[in-house]
């Protein structure tokens, strides 16, 4: 099969040397496929690229796969032609930092969510399936994934809607092997917030908390968040900060969801274990530079494994920063397995795989 120049300007639309008139079919399919994962042709094409590149694949067996599975009646999506099912799971442990079960109660809080409805609907989250939560361990045991950090959402004061840290509780309580929980705090509920953050870690065992300073309506920096911050230091636990506000939230700007100010956090209190959430999209310098020059800050790059700067995000990754990134699935929005198969087709070493994968993630746990 004849070599394209240059692999990485390839697109399923584009005609293809030697395999006319079978790409049109894996484009429709694929598109078709990607309900949940609004973003996964990104991916798929970034891979098939390589691999056309290599001469590991050709059109035709793309071609043969998908209409083999078209035959057998799968819907839902199409498994990824590119990797064995078993690629991630033989490989190495994995600690998935940001992933909350697809049970009926969170995937129908998120999608009747006064914040999220809009989006869920776009993105076509509103068709998302539950399942069961010993379903969901299985799922995670069979992939590989030793633990999942649950992340918690209370945006009360200005959404009203009710914070979610029951469902993380419980989760939590019911395989205490299988996750680890970061409970979801509001900022604008001041002392009573700071209290809170005393009792959850205190009495239920939290390992940090969340926050959504762009459903607060204000930046990370902004004072108010200060004394959680205070709270976290004599705690020694870790705060997630999730940023990049997705499409048709109700109030969310992208100023409040800047990495320049996580970076001023990071200054004032450089014993505080930071986590950036989804990259810190679109800030993608910003956030890598974040990283990069402050020791107490972190990121995960989850929903973004796809966007135009991944190449961006992937030399850092290799290179300045491979000590300070986390795997992140962003499940249930994200396949968990969609999100394995993303970081599979990442170049990285071994040595960088196993830390984004799995060590970092048990630095900021304080895992023994």
């Known amino acids: 099969m004849q070599k394209h120049q240059n692999p990485f300007s390839l697109h399923f639309c584009d005609p293809v040397p030697g395999d006319a008139g079978l790409h049109p079919l894996f484009c429709k399919s694929l598109i078709k496929s990607a309900k949940f994962s609004y973003n996964l042709l990104n991916n798929q094409e970034i891979i098939l690229a390589r691999l056309l590149q290599r001469k590991e694949i050709t059109w035709a067996a793309v071609h043969r796969r998908i209409c083999r599975q078209q035959h ?3 819907c839902a999506r199409i498994d990824n032609p590119f990797f064995p099912k078993d690629r991630m799971e033989t490989d190495m442990n994995v600690i998935d930092f940001r992933f909350r079960p697809n049970t009926p109660e969170i995937i129908n809080g998120i999608k009747n969510s006064t914040m999220f409805k809009a989006a869920c ?6 068709q998302r399936k539950p399942q069961p939560l010993d379903e969901i361990v299985a799922d995670l045991d069979a992939m590989g994934v030793e633990l999942g950090v649950i992340t918690g959402r209370d945006a009360e004061t200005t959404y009203g809607f009710p914070a979610n840290n029951n469902s993380v509780l419980e989760f939590c309580r019911a395989y205490p092997d299988k996750f680890v929980g970061l409970w979801g705090i509001d900022p604008h509920k001041k002392m009573a917030a700071v209290r809170e953050i005393e009792k959850v870690v205190r009495e239920y065992g939290m390992k940090g908390i969340a926050i959504d300073p762009y459903l607060a309506h204000m930046p990370a920096s902004d004072a108010r968040f200060y004394p959680l911050y205070t709270k976290c230091c004599e705690l020694d636990v870790p705060v997630f900060i999730t940023m990049a506000p997705p499409p048709c939230v109700p109030g969310a700007i992208l100023e409040y969801a800047d990495p320049r100010d996580v970076d001023k956090v990071a200054r004032d209190f450089p014993e505080l274990t930071l986590i ?3 990259g810190g999209y679109p800030f993608v310098d910003a ?3 974040t990283c990069q020059r402050n020791a107490n800050v ?3 790059i989850s929903e973004y494994e796809r ?3 991944v190449e961006t995000y992937v030399k850092a990754m290799c290179t300045t920063i491979s000590d300070k990134v986390l795997f992140a699935s962003a499940h249930p929005f994200i396949e968990l397995r969609d999100a394995l198969d993303a970081y599979a087709a990442f170049p990285f070493t071994d040595e960088v795989r196993g830390k984004i994968m799995y060590e970092n993630a048990r ?3 304080k895992l023994a």
């Open 298 to 300: 972190y990121m995960d």
């Open 287 to 289: 956030a890598i530079y």
């Open 276 to 278: 950036m959430s989804h």
């Open 72 to 74: 057998e009646g799968s």
């Open 307 to 309: 966007s135009p700067q």
């Open 363 to 365: 630095k900021v746990l």
């Open 121 to 126: 609907e776009v993105i076509g989250f509103d």
